[in-house]
């Protein structure tokens, strides 16, 4: 697994922990980093993640909801949600990282984490984000 890889599996679990448990980001960033040991790099990716998902959440599902068809963002499973939300702020807000490697990263999170019909799921509406941002996927 890549530290990148790696970084969004971990900001998924914090933004996950963070719907249940709304204190102070910074206590619970440390909180989580007690027990692991990343790479500076990794780390920071990371953060970079968890506090930018954090900031633009409203367009993030605001986003996410135009483009899921018939599914309110907060009846969406909580793992599924989190890892379109990490990459909906990719594609909107990094524009060093291909759209499609977003789409994908999320996609494995969510089959590794969730279900194989969740992979579908987010998918579908990542493809569909993608097209709204009309942005061309990497061949």
Known sequence: MTKRSESREWAVQLLFQREI??????????????????????????????????EHRKDIDELLRACATHWDV?????????AMRVAVYEMVHCPDIPPVVSINEAVDIAKNMSSN??????NGVLDAVLQKLDKKPAK
Do not use: C, I, Y
């Open 117 to 122: 019909e969740s992979g579908r799921f987010v």
């Open 21 to 54: 448990n709304r204190e102070d980001l910074q206590d619970t960033l440390e909180l989580f980093w007690r027990d692991k040991k990343p790479a500076s790099k990794a780390k920071a990716f990371t953060e970079q993640l968890v506090r930018g998902v954090e």
């Open 74 to 82: 907060d009846r969406m499973g909580g793992v599924d949600r989190n």
